[in-house]
């Protein structure tokens, strides 16, 4: 069995097109982040989350009436499955870095909800982020995020042609950017869980960028006649059906823990389900199609790329 | 069966029992991570400041007293900053005294001069740094003290990120609060002469002296002698002697004890050095008050009675808990400075369970569904990649319990992307095999083309994830670093079960027969 036998798509000829519909993803995203503001979670802008477990169900809007006692904006909204009866509460980030007044937040919490008689409860996790962490947290984000890029690109480079680089890292910042447009459309916040998965999604991304430029290196050298265009298309052709199962395949694999891997990865997964997504298609038709673009004025089919392969 | 394929087999097949051996049995090798097992995580800063301030203030101090010895009393000398002090007042004619009067404080400050009689003191940058360097070791190692009286099983006290900054991690610890305030607690235990007192406030205190204070005394809040008088909790301030006749580094332990009353109290005795000022210091203020000030409040002020050369006591209405609390953070050593919290998580044991519970049934939920679609769709040759993801599995489980590696959800998360890059390095192969064979090759000779050509594939995907997971590893805490050590792990293990065991595996089924067809 062979999916796509002998496949001969024209991905290169819809490469505008392709570029054209992803900058709209993107363009919308990073409208809504401006006039939103990129959604922190409290990793990343400090604050306070209380996830209370109660040993009977309780009414939503009586624990809300019982939280009105603490001050400052909160979330309150229900955490893993309804029967586990556990619920989250989030206060915004706190002011200042005084010991006492950095678990002010944690106890007020506990305190109104014992005081107002909602039911019995433990407090099965708490956490509380300053704003030095915070920030600290942000800054070390940006930082891992962009020296990862550079760091791949610059292996890209060394091992294949620079355009290829600069085609990989135009594929992997387009899913960062897509994965953060679509995690903003579905209203999650960016935590430290969050970013590790984008992270993830660089290198799975560029993985499989990768596979195609090797092959194109490797169809470059017997095909020299063909234009640069036509070898790079046939490649990703030859390649589409591995392309394809391996993300399927990852996909079930982090489609499994998104269903089952419980409520502190579920934000995870769902950034690494987005970004397998984008991660393909950026393989497919954005990665090759910008290399193609750069490479423009080259000479096609030079043994350049060759030099590094043996 | 050549005798290579034996070998390679006999390689394979010794790389599993190792791997088995090292995390076998895994509730005892694998070690969990705060997010599996529960505990709390805590992120302190130490306020180096506190220590710099001590130092100019003591250095201050010191200076004044020089400088009365020297019959220069018409000088003063102010702390400005927690790094600068000042000194004005001094007469021309005497210059010369002051500055040889200098030579000990020019170790550590820079001096300036600000117009005549006038000069101002900082310290030097280098001083500094070596300051606030060694107070956060100090700090780190009375915390260290102080979690290893707690009890708490595998600890982490360690400098975090930035300099001033310490991480501590107290797995399977359930009463954070009471943790948190031993760690936190200054424990500097102060004795000192009283000179007058009590008074019922602040003021009254320094009307004593005609409102202003002299530099050798201050003012110090203290708590009222409730049980003796029989009355309401008021504040209390005593005048003290500046300077402590004994300090808490003199001790040499303390005990939760008894007082007279029944009352929990805590017992201290001092070293020979403390044994010797204490006596000395007892001796010569016989019927006067002695002042036990711990962190900057008068605990008790008892009256002299005798000569004391050993022992003291503390006393206050604290409870059986508290009492042997103060008596291990005593114990410890006092902190060098005030600490104060930037982060705190603390996950319950029952969420770990239900984390961990999690975890495993979505990494063996991925394992199936991916399992069953290679079977499905590579037939036989789809076990041959079920085989090595499997032995990848073990080595990665294997290799983590050997380095001590921390399992944490996310780690478990990087449990599951490998086995999607394993997966995708069978794929690769596979595929690249089945074009090999559509090219009417030999089965030998297209298997042995597909891992030759996929080979260099296959290591250029592997170092591009490894730099993302290195820079993962630079940017995480604790889960996270989880999940880049097994990530990294992963793949690096992951390149030996897909060349070289599933390339074995190939071998092994084509070594038995004339193969003109491969099961792919």
């Known amino acids: 069995m062979r999916i796509f036998e002998n496949a001969n798509y024209n991905f290169i000829q819809w490469r505008w097109h392709a ?8 363009v919308a995203g990073l409208v809504s982040i401006a006039t939103r503001g990129l959604p922190l979670g409290i990793d990343f802008s400090g604050g306070t989350i209380v996830v209370l477990k109660f040993q009977q169900p309780v009414r939503e809007d009586a624990l809300r009436t019982a939280l009105d006692a603490v001050p400052g904006e909160k979330v309150v909204q229900q955490y893993g499955e309804s029967a586990a009866n556990e619920w989250l509460v989030r206060l915004p980030e706190v002011t200042t870095e005084a010991g006492a007044s950095l678990e002010q937040g944690a106890r007020a919490v506990v305190d109104a909800v014992t005081k107002a008689n909602v039911g019995q409860f433990e407090v099965i996790s708490q956490e509380i982020v300053g704003p030095v962490i915070g920030a600290d947290l942000q800054r070390k984000g940006i930082y891992a995020t962009l020296a990862s890029i550079v760091g791949i690109t610059i292996y890209i480079g060394i091992r294949f042609r620079f355009a290829f680089a600069i085609g990989a890292i135009a594929a992997t910042l387009h899913d960062v950017l897509v994965t953060l447009a679509v995690l903003t459309f579905f209203g999650y916040d960016l935590s430290l869980n969050i970013v590790a998965a984008i992270l993830t999604i660089t290198g799975y991304s560029v993985n499989d960028t990768i596979v195609i430029f090797d092959r194109v290196r490797e169809n470059l050298r017997s095909k020299r006649r063909d234009s640069l265009e036509a070898v790079v298309n ?6 589409l059906s591995r392309t394809l199962i391996t993300a399927g395949t990852t996909f079930m694999a982090v489609l499994a823990l998104y269903v089952f891997g419980g409520e502190v990865l579920e934000g995870f997964a769902f950034t690494m389900l987005v ?17 193609i673009i750069l490479s423009g004025k080259q000479a096609p089919g030079r043994p350049q790329a060759a030099r590094k392969a043996s | 069966m050549g005798k290579n394929l034996r070998w390679k087999l006999l390689v394979i097949l010794g790389v599993v029992a190792l791997s088995v051996f090292a995390f076998y049995p895994p509730d005892q090798k694998v070690r969990l991570g705060l997010d599996l097992k529960g505990g709390v995580h805590l992120v302190l800063r130490v306020q180096t400041d506190d220590a710099l301030r001590l130092l100019t203030d003591g250095t201050a101090e010191q200076l ?34 002051f500055r040889s009067a200098l030579t000990t404080v020019e170790l550590s400050y820079d001096r300036s001069s600000n117009g005549p009689g006038s000069y101002s003191f900082q310290m030097k940058p280098n001083i500094i740094v070596d300051n606030r360097e060694s107070t956060v070791n100090q ?18 006290v360690a400098r975090h990120s930035a300099a001033d900054q310490i991480l501590v991690q107290l797995p399977g610890v359930t009463d954070v609060n009471r943790a948190k305030e031993i760690i936190r607690s200054t424990a500097l235990l102060e004795l000192r002469l009283v000179e007058q007192g009590p008074f ?32 309401p909790a008021g504040a209390v301030y005593y005048a003290l002697r500046r300077v402590p006749a004994v300090t808490g580094r003199d001790l040499r332990g303390a005990t939760p004890q008894m007082d007279e009353y029944n009352r929990p109290a805590v017992g201290f005795n001092f070293n020979t050095e403390g044994a010797q000022k204490f006596g000395a210091f007892t001796g010569a203020n016989i019927g006067r008050q002695l002042a036990v000030v711990l962190d900057g409040r008068v605990q008790t002020a008892p009256r002299i009675e005798s000569r004391i050369d050993y022992d003291g006591r503390i006393t206050g209405t604290f409870t059986a808990q ?18 104060t919290y930037l982060e705190e998580r603390t996950v319950g044991p029952s969420l770990g369970a239900a984390s961990v ?28 990649a079920l085989i090595s993801i499997t032995i990848n599995l073990i080595i990665l489980l294997g290799l983590m319990a050997y380095l001590g590696a921390t399992m944490t959800l996310p780690g478990i998360a990087g449990f599951i992307l490998t086995i999607g890059m394993g997966v995708d390095s069978n794929v690769l192969i596979f595929e690249r095999i089945k074009e090999e064979l559509a090219t009417a090759k030999g089965v030998k000779q297209a298997v042995a083309a597909g891992f030759d050509r996929v080979f260099l594939t296959i290591l250029d995907t592997h170092v591009a994830s490894l730099i993302s997971a290195a820079f993962l590893f630079q940017f995480g805490t604790g889960p996270i670093r989880g999940f880049a050590t097994t990530l990294t792990i992963g793949l690096l293990s992951n390149v030996f079960t897909a060349v070289f065991v599933s390339r074995t595996m190939f071998e092994l089924a084509l070594s038995r027969r004339q193969a003109t067809k491969l099961s792919i």
Do not use: C, H, W
């Open chain 1, 19 to 26: 570029i054209a519909f992803s900058a709209l993803i993107i």
């Open chain 1, 234 to 239: 046939t490649s990703v052709n030859q390649t």
């Open chain 1, 275 to 291: 970004g397998i997504i984008s991660g393909t298609y950026s393989t497919v038709f954005i990665a090759a199609a910008i290399a």
């Open chain 2, 64 to 97: 004044r007293e020089q400088l009365r010895t020297a019959g220069l009393t018409g000088a003063t000398v102010a702390p400005t900053s927690t790094t600068a002090f000042t000194v004005t007042g001094v007469p021309p004619e005497q210059d010369a005294v």
């Open chain 2, 139 to 156: 700090a780190l190692q009375t915390i260290e003290r102080r979690v290893n009286e707690l009890g708490v099983a595998e600890p982490i």
């Open chain 2, 200 to 231: 019922p406030d602040e003021a009254s205190a320094a009307q004593a002296y005609g409102g202003s204070v002299p530099p050798d005394i201050q003012i110090m809040p203290g708590r009222a002698e409730v049980a003796a008088a029989g009355q």
């Open chain 2, 322 to 339: 508290e009492a042997a609390d103060l008596a291990l953070t005593l114990r410890s050593g006092a902190l060098p400075a005030s600490l």
């Open chain 2, 357 to 384: 519970r999690a975890g495993v049934m979505a990494a063996t939920g991925g394992l199936l569904l991916v399992m069953l679609f290679m079977v499905a769709y590579y037939k036989l040759s789809g076990f041959n």
